[in-house]
């Protein structure tokens, strides 16, 4: 007569299965919350970086007043006569918001500037170390005759260099508004006339002819730092 199993065995075998199973989900369930913990962590620090680069850009003038500027340039009045390089920190103004040549800004070319003069005053009321540069160009073409009718042309002159810093010095003018004396000292007018042409342009090339408003910080590290 062959033995039967035991009752009691089939029943040990069937709680040992359950228990590999319970031990099983218990080990997933652990995982699980393992890999949540740590998305949790990794969301947390994300959005502490994130806090941290917002309070940086709060504290960066230089970021405040380029977003400020970009937020202005989706005007397309604006963004037709001005171009903002974010990279570095210049609004270029083309040859086209001039009358032809001369010194003298288009009205349109006058509203353009007005729009970004509040943002540029506010740049430097807040910041004493700030300082604006508004920096004249011209292409290599030669002044054909001098141009002595100042009330035409906003300016006498009779080459390249003194055109360009005319230029300059106008887009200044249009710049400086009703800034107080001692802010106004902190924009400062150049005339490079023909001898910087834009990278890989060549220097007779129209595009050379141009007015750049350039916006910097003394001592930038220590201000955001």
Known sequence: MKDK???????SDLM???MAVVML?????????????MHHQQEMAKAAEQAKLAQSKMKDPMAKVKAALQEMMKDDDASNLMVLDM?????TLADSVFERGSACLKEEAQHAVSSVRGKLVSFLSENPKAQIFVEGYTDNIPVSRPVTDYRKYCTVYDDNFTLS?????????????ELDDRSAKRIVVAGYGDSRPLPEIDASNPKNRRVEVRFLIDNFDDIVN
């Open 87 to 91: 990279t570095s920190n210049r609004l």
């Open 165 to 177: 810093a005319a230029r300059a010095r106008e887009v200044r003018k249009a710049i400086i508004g």
């Open 16 to 18: 040992s299965g359950v």
């Open 5 to 11: 199993p035991s009752e009691w065995i089939a029943i």
């Open 25 to 37: 989900l218990l080990v997933i369930a652990v995982l699980q919350k393992s890999v949540s913990d």
